[in-house]
């Protein structure tokens, strides 16, 4: 598109034109109602915060592991 005052306001008004069919064609689309939508949506957080809670658990679980190893590792390296 040029980059003239004229070619601004068309770009902005496809993408604005775009967007609203974009989201008519969503809502239209739309598997489930908006609260079954809402529910299921807030199933799959619930369910990845706590695998990522777990996750995180585990993660700090080996580095304390790591960290126990390394200074084992040291003490045993200054000995010798």
Do not use: W
Not at 13 to 22: E, S
Not at 35 to 48: P, S
């Amino acid at each position: 598109m040029t980059a003239g005052t004229n070619g601004y306001s068309t770009m902005g008004i496809t993408f604005v034109t775009g967007a609203v069919l974009g989201a008519g064609t969503a809502l239209l689309m739309a598997p489930y109602s908006g609260a079954k939508t809402r529910r299921l949506l807030r199933h799959y957080a619930e369910n990845a915060k706590e695998d990522i809670l777990e996750k995180g658990q585990e993660a700090v679980a080996v580095l304390d592991a790591t960290i126990c190893e390394g200074k084992k590792f040291m003490k045993k390296a200054h000995v010798i």
